[in-house]
């Protein structure tokens, strides 16, 4: 059994001015570019360019960006996907919650034209970005095809972050990342580990020069890289992945070997961790494996965002 994924992380700079009409337009020769490919990923803010504006003005040009998802940008960006045929993770922007507070989110359009998952950065870079933290994990389902689960940049650093993801049963994890510091070299070691340690794929996007410093990079559930850049200039990073390589992983071992998600088993104690005023408990501990639509060869979504919930998330899609 095979379930193949064809896709392309754009390593991009912001577009000048938020213009969604020339992202719309470089999208759709990229599309011609690369006919067979089914999901299109872009980096964190990449439609809500901030350029090289002082630190002063940063507040109110994010004031004047921040829009609610159902928005006008948001609507373009569905009607894109629609348009295209394609599944679309067009990076972040800068959502105006219902409450009132900014908070930077990952959105994903399915070929249908809706937006089918919305996720707030739960770990915004503090104390340099100061919208409002976001308190749930987020997976969609692509029908027939497997789970993502959505993070931003910073999230990556937070392994409990991408565990919850795996655990919620993504196959693979999509880091949308805007990093011009020198600890990206540390971002593409923390890329290898997250998908070594989950056995997912995993796939870090960064913003080109200069708002970036690049080196993207698509990691496999071995924790081999597919696909990457070692350069900050634009350019689309391409791959066929087989989300049952995620299977293939864990039933027989990382390297044949390591197999950490069949640690634990119903006859072991419960493991208190006082980090969490919690526990690890083993009858909780294996990810979903039911995923609804799977073996359906269309791409009808499952659980529609805009329902203010998402059924592919067992509740936990839910942006409200």
Not at 4 to 10: D, E, G, Q, S, T
Not at 24 to 34: F, G, V
């Amino acid at each position: 059994m095979s379930r193949p994924l064809p896709l392309a992380l754009v390593q991009a700079a912001g577009v000048p001015g938020s213009d969604v009409s020339a992202f719309s337009a470089s999208l759709e020769l990229l599309t011609r570019m690369h006919s067979r490919t089914k999901l299109f990923v872009y980096p964190e803010l990449h439609l809500n360019h901030l350029g090289d504006a002082p630190a002063e003005d940063v507040p109110a040009m994010i004031e004047a960006m921040a829009e609610p998802l159902d928005g006008p940008t948001g609507r373009v960006l569905a009607q894109l996907a629609g348009d295209l045929n394609i599944w679309l993770v067009p990076g972040s922007f800068y959502e105006r919650g219902a409450d009132g507070k900014i908070y930077n989110t990952s959105v994903a359009y399915s070929p249908q034209g809706k937006r089918v998952a919305s996720y707030r950065k739960i770990f915004p870079w503090r104390p340099y970005e100061r919208v409002a933290a976001g308190s749930e994990f987020v997976v969609f389902d692509m029908a027939g095809i497997g789970r993502v689960g959505l993070s931003i940049c910073y999230d990556a650093w937070f392994p409990e972050s991408s565990r919850h993801l795996a655990w919620m049963g993504a196959d693979l994890i999509l880091n949308v990342v805007q990093t011009p510091t020198s600890d990206r070299a540390q971002e593409v070691i923390i890329a290898k580990a997250n998908a070594i340690v989950n056995q997912v794929f995993v796939a870090s996007v960064n913003a080109a020069g200069p708002e970036g410093l690049g080196r993207s990079l698509l990691v496999d559930p071995q924790g081999r890289v597919r696909v990457e850049s070692e350069t900050a200039e634009s350019r689309v990073l391409t791959d066929v992945i087989d989300l049952d390589d995620v299977s293939n992983a864990r039933e027989y071992g990382t390297a044949g070997v390591t197999r950490p998600w069949q640690q634990f088993d119903e006859f072991q104690d419960s493991l208190d961790l006082p980090l969490y005023s919690g526990r690890l408990d083993p009858t909780r501990w294996s990810p979903i494996t039911e995923k609804p639509g799977l073996e359906e060869s269309g791409l009808e979504e499952s659980g529609v965002e805009e329902s203010e919930g998402d059924a592919a998330t067992a509740g936990k899609g839910s942006d409200s």
